[in-house]
């Protein structure tokens, strides 16, 4: 069984910056993919920042050149900084871990963060 325990979320004026963090516990395996998806009210789930094992990252366009993805592989760990916050950024943010086991190919996903960005 795993965890992702996610942390950082909170109020936060326009203008302003929070960081992310999302760590996995337990029977872990291999951490392939790492992610940080968003849901709005009222909005389908969407993803806004991909890290590969080998630390290649992806973004929506919707915050690229805002948001920063980040792991550390020894901590089973990923972050998410967030830059010039806006009021469109206001969702949960949910932590996403793609891995591999003996046993299989798993997905997992933290119980979520809220982010509330002030106008």
């Known amino acids: 069984q795993v965890q992702l325990v996610e942390s950082g979320g909170g109020l936060v004026q326009a203008g302003g910056s929070l960081k992310l963090s999302c760590v996995a516990s337990?029977?872990?395996?291999?951490?392939?993919?790492m992610a940080w998806y968003r849901q709005a009210p009222g909005k389908q789930r969407e993803l806004v920042a991909i890290?590969?094992?080998?630390?290649?990252?992806n973004y929506a366009d919707s915050v690229k050149g805002r948001f920063t993805i980040s792991r550390d592989n020894a901590k089973n760990a990923a972050y998410l900084q967030m830059n010039s916050l806006n009021a469109e950024d206001t969702a949960v943010y949910y932590c996403k871990v793609v891995r591999t086991t003996q046993q299989g190919f798993y997905e997992d996903w933290g119980q979520g963060t809220q982010v509330t960005v002030s106008s």
């Open positions: 337990g029977t872990i395996g291999n951490i392939n993919v």
């Open positions: 890290i590969s094992s080998g630390g290649s990252t």
